[in-house]
């Protein structure tokens, strides 16, 4: 069933779960998260990010090709784009076909980032798209001092108010990409955030972070994990130079690592 993601991450964040946010890359990849889906009877979201795979025609297809096949299962599937920083990607997104955007105005002043989210959330909402944002600003591994910043609680549950958004991605300690040393989250602050915020809260940067960290998470309303660096590497493993045809080791080793995260972590329907 192809859907937004309104219904899927409010029984979440009620029922203390997290539904996947599976980065994908390629029809095949999208292909085989949905069969995952299907075979466990767990919702999912799959995601593309602004940019990648260029150019839009191919992001088009990819679409196509999901809401066909989520149309073949009873399982809530959306398709997310992640990480959108122009109105423009957000409004062609919306065009061919995306059930859900993210705009991400985490590194802009609080005024701008809440006045682009609430446009976004203007034109989403006409057209039955969910809309995700980001306060706070969730960094890259390596990333110069002062560059990742914490979500800061009240100023959360402003901009909710201010924006109408339908969920919320929050920077509370993980990074995206490899963590360098020991991920540490600040769950103090998620609790507050979440005492103060009614919407889902979305984690980004979820691989490595660990299965026991996350279902704390869960507790405090965290109903959205981004996925997708351990979804690569498990992927560049597999495709060993060695192997004459690895796309099917390659989904196959995909399809293990995505089942890691969505077993412990997202409850049958
Ligand atoms: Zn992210």
């Given at each position: 069933m192809y859907v937004n993601t309104k219904e899927m991450l409010e029984k979440a964040r009620r029922e203390h779960y997290m539904v996947i946010g599976a980065g994908c890359w390629s029809l095949n990849s999208a292909a085989t998260f949905i069969d995952v889906a299907a075979a466990l009877n767990r919702p999912l979201i799959l995601m593309l990010w602004e940019g990648?795979?260029?150019p839009l025609a191919e992001q088009e297809r990819i679409c196509e090709y999901v809401r066909h096949a989520a149309g073949k299962t009873p399982v809530p599937i959306a398709m997310h784009l992640d990480h959108a920083h122009d109105l423009d990607t957000i409004y062609s997104a919306i065009h061919a076909g995306f059930s859900s955007v993210m705009f991400d105005g985490s590194e802009l002043p609080f005024a701008e980032n809440a006045e682009i989210t609430r446009e976004v959330v203007k034109v989403a909402r006409a057209c039955g798209v969910t809309v995700e944002a980001e306060l706070g600003h969730v960094g890259q591994p390596g990333?110069?001092?002062?560059q990742s910043a914490l979500t800061v609680p009240e100023e959360a549950a402003d901009f909710v108010r201010q924006t109408g958004v339908d969920s919320l991605a929050v920077s509370i300690g993980t990074v995206h990409g490899v963590y360098q040393g020991e991920p540490h989250l600040d769950l103090d602050r998620l609790k507050r955030i979440y005492e103060l915020v009614e919407i889902p809260l979305v984690l980004h940067g979820?691989?490595?972070?660990?299965l026991d960290l996350l279902k704390e998470t869960m507790q405090y309303g965290i109903s959205k994990l981004n996925v997708m660096t351990d979804l690569v590497l498990a992927a560049m493993k597999a495709a060993s130079p060695d192997n004459f045809l690895p796309e099917l080791e390659i989904c196959e080793a995909i399809a293990k690592s995505l089942e890691g995260y969505m077993l412990p972590l997202t409850r049958v329907l």
């Open positions: 990648a795979p260029e990333d110069e001092p002062g979820g691989s490595g972070t660990g």
